[in-house]
């Protein structure tokens, strides 16, 4: 299973990813060439394009599912949600 810590840095932000472990055989931009795409400058695979639509998300899981070395995620947890600093913090005795 893809490890999201271990996400390479030219994937674009998003859910999908590569890791680390990818060794470039080429089945995911074969399955779907329109997500995966080769880094030549470090000979692996990267999402270039997170799926946006049933059918790019249908071949990116059937790349994932494919990956010999299950170096495809799509468990990339959330950024935690923006905290608002324009209220100041209230005392423990303000109403």
Known sequence: MADH?????????????????????????????????RDDENGNSVVFHQPETEEERKLADEAMTGCPVEAIGNDNPSPPPATSTTEPAKSAGSV
């Open 5 to 37: 810590t271990k996400r390479l840095p030219q994937n674009v932000p998003g859910r999908w990813y590569v890791d680390n472990n990818c060794i470039d055989c080429d089945l995911c931009r074969e399955t779907a060439p329109t997500v995966f795409r």
